[in-house]
Every structure is written in structure tokens, then in C-alpha cells.
């Protein structure tokens, strides 16, 4: 089964941008859901976690 694991509190960033419920947001990340909305939700999703990956390797690279 395809699903996107996000945390609860970038699921709730996510939620609030595209002003719809943390329950869309769910759905939308278990691929539930498959309309456009959905597609850019997971697109989200992916550009913060990729944010995330890209802030922790700096720390970590500087902290070295």
C-alpha cells in the first residue's frame, strides 16, 4: 500500500495552506483520495519533507 508518513505537525501546515481538514490531509497522504487537490497536497508534502532532509544535513554538516 502507497502512503506518504508526514508529521502531525506539518500535516496541520498542510491542512491550514490549503485550508481543509487534518482528515483530507490523511486521506490525501494514504492515497485515498486522487483529485488534483490531492495530487498537490502529497506534492506539498514532499517539497517539506525534502526541506526537512536538506535543513538536517546542513545542521549536522556544520556541527562537524
Known amino acids: 500500500m ?3 508518513r508526514l508529521h502531525p ?3 496541520k501546515q498542510i ?3 490549503f485550508d481543509v481538514t487534518y482528515q483530507t490531509i490523511n486521506m490525501s497522504l494514504q492515497y485515498v ?3 488534483d487537490k490531492a495530487e498537490a ?3 506539498r508534502a514532499l517539497e ?3 526541506l526537512e532532509i536538506t535543513t538536517n544535513t ?3 554538516e556544520s556541527t562537524n
Open 9 to 11: 505537525d506539518l500535516k
Open 15 to 17: 491542512a491550514k495552506e
Open 33 to 35: 483520495f486522487l483529485s
Open 2 to 4: 502507497k502512503k506518504i
Open 41 to 43: 497536497i502529497r506534492k
Open 58 to 60: 546542513t545542521i549536522n
Open 48 to 50: 517539506l519533507m525534502q
